[in-house]
T-cell receptor, first 112, second 121 residues
């Protein structure tokens, strides 16, 4: 199974400041076409996860442009350019290159 | 509006069975692969399994932790997805989410609100 490791475990951010979350996979997530199957989800308290980013860097529908994803191979990053209060929650990365789908352990983002 | 609504959760004793349902609306269910993902209390997300669509022979795959005990099925005529959980263990206690697999990328793009299964004596 592909192991997904997220850091940090938690993040406390002042509103308006940037935030960055790292996700590393135990093997490359790039398929035979060179596309990495890496996704980012945000789960707010009491809610299901919501898709933010797909295929490393593509923002999903209605996701604000302050969210961006980057990376390749085994190293990926989610960045929030200016954190807002509504961004609090737990962020998960996920790979879908191969089954079983696996998730990172999550990064909890709080507002200072 | 795209909607996924899970039901069927509850309290069951270890060794018992539970059948979860996921009713979908607002999209062509038969086109999509569907997944089940669970979340134990206070823990992260764990993929349970998925079913492909009719075009791909309704193939199912499971996480090792549930293989042989859980069965995923679907009824496209009823726009419904199911998770039959047998030989339940206390560690199966979780919120169970059904999720739609996107047809344009290989991830889950829409999730239900979840239903809670509690396995306890």
């Amino acid at each position: 199974d592909i192991v997904m490791t997220q850091t940090p475990l938690s993040l406390s951010v002042t509103p308006g400041q940037p935030a960055s979350i790292s996700c590393k996979s135990s093997q490359s997530l790039e398929n035979s076409y060179g596309k990495a199957r890496l996704y980012w989800y945000l789960q707010k308290a009491g809610q299901p996860p919501r898709l933010l980013i797909y295929d490393v860097s593509n923002r999903f529908s209605r996701v604000p442009d302050r969210f961006s994803g980057s990376g390749s191979g085994t190293d990926f990053t989610l960045k929030i350019s200016r954190v807002e209060a509504e961004d609090v929650g737990v962020y998960y990365c996920m790979q879908s290159l191969q089954l079983p789908l696996t998730f990172g352990g999550g990064t909890k983002v709080e507002i200072k | 509006e795209v909607q996924l609504v899970e039901s069927g959760g509850g309290l069951v004793q270890p060794g018992g069975s539970l059948r979860l349902s996921c009713a979908v609306s607002g999209f062509t269910f038969s086109d999509h692969y569907m997944d089940w993902v669970r979340q134990a209390p206070g823990k992260g997300l764990e993929w349970v399994g998925r079913t492909t669509n009719k075009a791909n022979s309704y193939t199912t795959e499971y996480a090792a932790s549930v293989k042989g005990r859980f069965i995923i099925s679907r009824d496209d005529s009823k726009n419904s997805l199911y998770l039959q959980m047998n030989s339940l263990k206390t560690e199966d206690t979780a919120v169970y989410y059904c999720a739609r697999r996107s047809t344009m990328m290989n991830g889950m793009d829409v999730w239900g609100q979840g239903t809670t299964a509690t396995v306890s004596s």
